[in-house]
């Protein structure tokens, strides 16, 4: 069946650094990713999304790539904030159109 | 922007009984409805997929009979949780769809603590 991978479990940087947050896919025919952040108790934020003919989608202070051809997806925060500080989830479109998620990864920042 | 409203927040409740997690679509009509779980430290998995006025379609592993889902109109969406016990104590949380296009709008969740 399809998955979504998540390189890295926990991250932590230096408030003011750039955070890259990485997303496996297994799936070629996936037309549609979604970043998400989870704060403690609440359930997920979206973020930014990015369908399958584009490669790049910016918003603010957040960028996602998508590598079509080695199936790699990711998300990058510039500047990055205590406020940063989360659980982030990819997710991706699948055959009965919900959401599968990754398994997350968890983004500390240090003032 | 869309929202859904979920009740409670949190809940805890004895084993043997039954819970029910409401999960409202505020100013906009959501034709499907997708149920999760999340355990501590994991990821949200899908328990069922329901569509207005229709069967819900469950997952592999997710008893139908002890996760009953009621989608009777686009506004409206529960999840009773029959005969809880401990072992279904966890984060559950609802997300909306609207149509076809790939808007997904997520409730808060609720902390389901059974005791």
């Known amino acids: 069946g399809e998955s979504v991978g998540l390189h890295l479990p926990t991250l932590s940087v230096q408030e003011g650094d750039n955070s890259i947050i990485n997303c496996a896919y297994s799936n070629s025919a996936s037309d549609y990713f979604i970043w998400y952040k989870q704060e403690s108790g609440k359930g997920p934020q979206f973020i930014i999304d990015?369908?399958?003919?584009?490669d790049k989608r910016q918003g603010q202070r957040v960028t996602v790539l998508l590598n079509k051809t080695v199936k790699h997806l990711s998300l990058q925060i510039a500047a990055t904030q205590p406020g940063d500080s989360a659980v982030y989830f990819c997710a991706v479109v699948g055959s009965q159109g919900n959401l599968i998620f990754g398994k997350g990864t968890k983004l500390s920042v240090k003032p | 922007g869309a929202v859904v409203s979920q009740h409670p927040s949190w809940v805890i409740c004895k084993s043997g009984t039954s819970v029910k997690i409401e999960c409202r679509s505020l100013d906009f009509q959501a034709t499907t409805m997708f149920w999760y779980r999340q355990f501590p430290k994991q990821s949200l998995m899908l328990m069922a997929t329901s569509n207005e006025g229709s069967k819900a379609t469950y997952e592999q592993g997710v008893e139908k009979d002890k996760f009953l889902i009621n989608h009777a109109s686009l506004t409206l969406s529960t999840l009773t949780v029959t005969s809880a016990h401990p072992e279904d104590s966890s984060f559950y949380i609802c997300?909306?769809?609207?149509?076809?296009?790939?808007?997904?709008?997520f409730g808060s969740g609720t902390r389901l603590t059974v005791v």
């Open positions: 990015i369908r399958s003919n584009m």
């Open positions: 997300s909306a769809r609207t149509g076809e296009d790939y808007g997904y709008t």
